[in-house]
């Protein structure tokens, strides 16, 4: 009996997400704001310069910094969308606070406190807006969100796009300001160096990158979202897990006196996002946070080794802190404090710009990340 035929790799750009080509455009888009930011100076203002490139946007504003990002969710309302056409359930609160964590945890890598968000709403046309429940469900986690994190609703835009969104779909975005008071806080890695402990925050699951790559492997299963992938938990429900809102941790962190020298939101390009700093660093992971059970299920269904699934998800580690090693214990106590697990997971040493996951022999070097 011939043995059954090998299902091949399923890969992020196989799903159709290419950040060689994506890259890019960022960069040159960097490259031509750059030259607006001259323009802040006949108001009074001044750009902080080394926040081109960084998480967040950063103003010296005189007694304070400003910092500003805008995010957009991403196709994560598709899983959403085909998860209520089976279950019958509204997933839209867990939704709107993915939205609102793709650029409040963000904006917290610059040392910021979340100020302000802003909502953008964009469906396919009015008859979206037709479903209550999954309306409300909406308005509601949007409005749980904004309490966890402290920040005031401040608005936003709900227009219907017919012919550019999908009928039927929405597209979600936040935008997000917020002070870094007092200046100290600010969080740009000028102190980044040799010697510093790295601090992972656990994930709650996919978070909301990698979901093209999630939807592709879906179409593959025989059961789809309806697969068990473990302890009677479906594929469909634990993409849905909302993503981890880590401002509470980094305010919890500046009222303990413990300013990091850098901070990275591991989103896409995965583990790669350790080494987002420009400086010329090692960093050497020596311990490993447990993957959750979707993203464990995800590798082994799509076929990926481990350079490629930590290259790519955030395989269970959605916030790194660099800290100074003296602090690392205490703000791993803070953190599991706030019910989110953390772990000193490595240090950074001098040395070519690479990430070096020990544990699984993979390394990335400095030119699998071009983000500037």
């Known amino acids: 009996m011939s043995s059954p035929t090998p299902v091949p790799p399923l890969t992020y750009e196989q799903a159709g997400v290419n950040y060689d080509l994506i890259d890019p455009l960022k960069i040159a888009a ?76 963000d904006l917290i890598t610059v040392g910021a406190t979340p100020l302000v968000v802003q909502a953008y709403w964009a469906a396919g046309g009015s008859d979206w807006f037709k479903d209550a429940a999954r309306a409300q469900a909406l308005v509601a986690g949007w409005k749980k969100a904004c309490d966890t994190c402290r920040v005031a ?13 999908a009928d039927g779909r929405v597209d979600l975005a936040a935008s997000c300001t917020g002070i870094v008071s007092p200046k100290t806080r600010l ?31 879906a179409e593959r299963l025989p059961e789809g979202y309806n697969t068990d992938i473990g302890g009677g938990l479906k594929y469909g429900e634990a993409l ?53 059970a979707v993203l464990d299920f995800m590798q082994r269904e799509c076929g990926l080794d481990d350079h490629e699934a930590y290259g790519t998800l955030n395989m269970g580690a959605g916030f790194a802190l660099y800290l100074d090693a003296a602090d690392a214990s205490k703000a791993v106590e803070i953190a599991q404090g706030l019910g989110i697990p953390a772990l000193i997971a490595g240090h950074i040493e001098q040395g070519a710009k690479r990430v070096v996951i020990e544990p699984l022999g993979v390394e990335f070097g400095g030119d699998e990340l071009q983000l500037r």
């Open 30 to 105: 960097q490259r031509a704001a750059a030259q607006t930011g001259a323009h802040l100076g006949g108001h009074g203002f001044s750009e902080v310069a080394a926040s081109r490139g960084e998480s967040a946007y950063v103003v010296d504003v005189g007694p304070m910094y400003l910092a500003s990002i805008v995010e957009c969710l991403g196709t994560k309302t598709l899983v959403a969308d085909d998860m209520a056409r089976l279950t019958g359930k509204s997933y839209y609160d867990g939704i709107a606070q993915d939205t609102i964590a793709m650029a409040v945890n």
């Open 153 to 165: 609703w401040g608005g936003g835009e709900t227009p219907a796009l017919a012919g550019i969104v």
């Open 187 to 217: 969080s740009l890695g000028d102190k980044l160096g040799a010697g510093d402990a790295i601090v992972l925050l656990a994930s709650s699951g996919i978070h909301a990158n990698g979901l093209s790559l999630a939807r592709k492997l």
């Open 240 to 292: 849905l897990a909302p993503t981890v809102l880590y401002s509470p941790v980094t305010e919890a962190l500046a009222a303990a006196g413990i300013v990091p020298h850098y901070s990275a939101n591991v989103t896409g390009h995965g583990w790669r996002k350790l080494m987002r700093h420009p400086k010329a660093l090692t960093y050497r992971i020596t311990a490993l946070p447990p993957k959750t």
